[in-house]
């Protein structure tokens, strides 16, 4: 998740943790020389002491079963056996089905499915032989399959929370600063007494720059009623006078640890509020006063998913399991992953040196990864920098000052929240451990490796680290294991280099093109690094393995878009194209959404392309995306018809 900012990431996924009321529970870790438990149990009877059991969530979590979705779990066959094949083939056109195995689309005549996987894929005339006697026919006349679409970094809680729990005042559901204001004040009726009006994702650089104080909130929202709103960057929050009274910080406060309140020249109040050491101290009263809306969570769970498979999405990849709570996350998105109907896979968050083994324990890998019912974990996330347009991403050259906030000080190329080893310099933590060190060690016990990093500076630090890692030790590289580094958004093109160099994977945020992409060139970096923003045509000519991402809820999940968004580069509403030299063709692009990321999350064996014996999970779209005019038309004009994973329809949803 990018630092919350596109990213609106860590800094709101630990604000959120407390609206969750499950950040409560901090448990210490052992430093003797006793091994902890591998498994989470005793943590979990740790947190229940401590914090309370998961009913503290307001809803019961045993609700979550695959009986309670509304999605259709509709096989392709006519007949009762699971057995009898189902042929897929089109009398309209030649070639519908495009597996993307190999180096080209590789669109044949037919594919047949039995059970969960794909049973031949070829001629029509070959499939039907292999199908045998028995078996179902499928005409898709004018429809195309593809693969069921990866989305390789996503936040499961996070994103049904905001489903259900805040108001959205993105940019997207309010476009202008009044929007934003006229939603907050009709939220005003659904509170009860004593309660808190939260709300998430206002975005200055959206929105002409124009940050919320005082004066904003007490006039045109409320002056009785605590407001608390969390900014797209999750670095930022505003506040108005009431919740900064009930939070008890005034004029005499010093900042707290980790977090400032924004003051003027004359050292007043503004009711801004930055970083997550000061976000805190206003979500913690609010949480208690709105444990009441938490009932709101579970239907948000269902609208999320039910969201994702109409976006032809058949697999995730949760990129930081334990953000909100280092205990009970694994618990949660387990319990989500044994009844969804979408594929569920994650990383265990390592923000704090020490987090991850808090889940994890301290030894090596199981075989096959840590099985916490049907979520597996291979994977370790660590976090280098901030959100790029929230103007701290570690970049080399500082940010354009135009709209630069003055809170930020002289921190003008961001800020780096692990130390490198080698500089302190704009350094946001005090880890006695540093990154490399942190690496080392998840690495030499097997785990796949994911590194947020936006800015070129903090890529550098990155790529230097692996390099380093690797000359140490070699056995770490000749292991084969695909390490990511995740956004890299602020690039040099000898940094596509040299990760393909060290056998590095990269994921982008398309959002950063599609919705920043002007407030990036105009604003934020300035046009030399903007049109360089995610160099997709760069990783291709370099042969990196890359591929996009939502950030959800950073953006919303809809690969489709993103696969427009690689062809063309346009921006959102003013349709300018953010550097041409970085546009590629639709199987580059579609690679981006399938077959890579499957390669990332490490489950390209099953999953990603369309070949015999892997899983049958596909897409069908209305109508042919090769001849479909990606430069003239809306992308949302080419739709999900139908969703199927593991062999079974699961999208559109059951009548």
């Known amino acids: 998740m990018g630092f919350l900012g596109p990213d609106t990431q860590i800094r709101l996924l630990a604000l959120i943790a407390l609206f969750l009321n499950l950040i409560s529970v901090s448990t210490a870790h052992s430093t003797g020389d006793d091994e902890p438990e591998s498994c989470l149990a005793s943590h979990i009877r740790v947190a229940k002491a401590l914090g309370g059991d998961l009913s503290d969530l307001q809803f019961n979590l045993e609700d979550i079963t695959p009986e309670s979705w509304p999605y259709s779990l509709e096989r392709a066959e006519s007949s009762d056996s699971s057995a009898v094949p189902t042929i897929f083939y089109s009398n309209e056109q030649p070639r519908p089905i495009i597996t993307m195995a190999g180096r080209r689309l590789s669109a044949v005549e037919a594919m047949a499915i039995q059970d969960d996987k794909v049973l031949a894929v070829g ?27 990866v989305e390789p970094h996503i936040h499961t809680i996070l994103s049904a929370f905001l489903n259900g729990y805040l108001i959205n005042i993105s940019p997207l559901k309010a476009p202008t600063y009044d929007d934003a204001m006229a939603t907050l004040r009709a939220g005003l009726s659904n509170l009860t007494e004593g309660q808190w009006l939260v709300a998430y994702g206002y975005d200055p650089s959206r929105l002409g720059w124009h940050d919320l104080t005082f004066k904003d909130l007490d006039e045109n929202v409320s002056s009785t009623v605590p407001v608390f709103i969390v900014n797209a960057s999750g670095h930022i929050a505003y506040a108005n006078k009431k919740a900064f009274a009930i ?19 004359n050292g007043d109040l503004t009711g801004v509020i930055v970083e997550i050491g000061a976000i805190a101290v206003f979500s913690k009263p609010a949480t208690i006063a709105n444990q009441g809306r ?37 618990q949660i998105v387990a319990n989500i992953t044994n009844a969804s109907p979408i594929r569920i896979f994650g990383a265990i968050a390592d923000f704090i040196p ?28 660590l976090w280098t920098d901030g959100s790029t347009q929230g103007f701290t991403a570690a970049v080399n050259s500082p940010y354009k000052l135009d709209h630069f906030p003055t809170y930020f000080g002289n921190r003008t190329t961001g800020v780096l929240v692990w130390p490198d080893g080698q500089s302190k ?3 946001t933590s005090s880890y006695n451990t540093t990154m490399r060190q942190e690496m080392t060690k998840w690495m030499r016990r097997g785990y796949q490796i994911m590194l947020h990093s936006n800015g070129d500076r903090a890529s550098q630090i990155v790529l230097d680290n692996f390099a380093a890692i690797y000359a140490q030790d070699p056995s770490l590289k000749a292991a084969g294991i695909l390490h990511r580094i995740e956004h890299f958004t602020v690039t040099e093109p000898s940094q596509i280099l040299q990760a393909k160099a060290l056998g590095l994977a990269v994921s982008h945020t398309m959002g950063h093109v599609h919705y920043w992409g002007d407030a990036f060139n105009s604003s934020v970096l300035g046009p030399a690094r903007a049109e360089r923003i995610d160099p997709i045509k760069d990783d291709v000519d370099a042969g990196l393995i890359y591929s996009f991402h939502s950030d959800s809820p950073v953006t919303d999940v809809n690969p489709l878009l993103w696969v427009s968004t690689a ?61 479909f005019d990606w430069e003239g038309r809306n992308v949302e004009e080419l739709k999900v018809v139908e969703t199927w994973i593991g062999g079974r329809k699961r999208y559109p949803l059951a009548a």
Not at 305 to 327: E, H, R
Not at 587 to 596: E, Q, S
Not at 599 to 610: A, V
């Open 123 to 149: 001629s029509l005339e070959a499939v039907v032989q292999k199908a045998g006697n028995r078996r179902f026919f499928v005409d898709l006349g004018s429809q195309v399959i593809v693969p069921g679409f």
């Open 247 to 265: 939070a008890g910080v005034t004029r005499n406060s010093t900042n707290p640890p980790g977090g400032e309140y924004a003051r003027d020249q």
């Open 354 to 381: 020490g987090d991850a083994e808090i889940v994890l324990g301290k030894g090596c890998m199981p075989d096959g990864g840590h099985i916490f019912g049907n979520l597996t974990v291979k994977t370790v996330k």
């Open 567 to 627: 062809i063309t580069r346009k921006v959102y509403k003013s349709g300018n194209v953010l550097g041409t030299g970085q546009r590629v063709g639709l199987y580059d692009a579609l690679k981006g959404v399938t077959a890579n990321p499957a390669r990332q999350i490490l489950r390209d064996s099953e999953l990603g392309t369309l070949e015999v014996g892997k899983m049958a999970d596909f897409v069908v779209l209305s109508e042919d995306l090769r001849v």
């Open 294 to 330: 938490q009932k709101l969570i579970q239907p948000g769970i269902q609208k999320l998913l039910g969201t994702w498979l109409s976006k032809g999405v058949t697999t995730v990849f949760d990129a930081g399991i334990g953000t909100l709570n280092k205990t009970t996350d694994v």
């Open 425 to 427: 310099a704009n350094n």
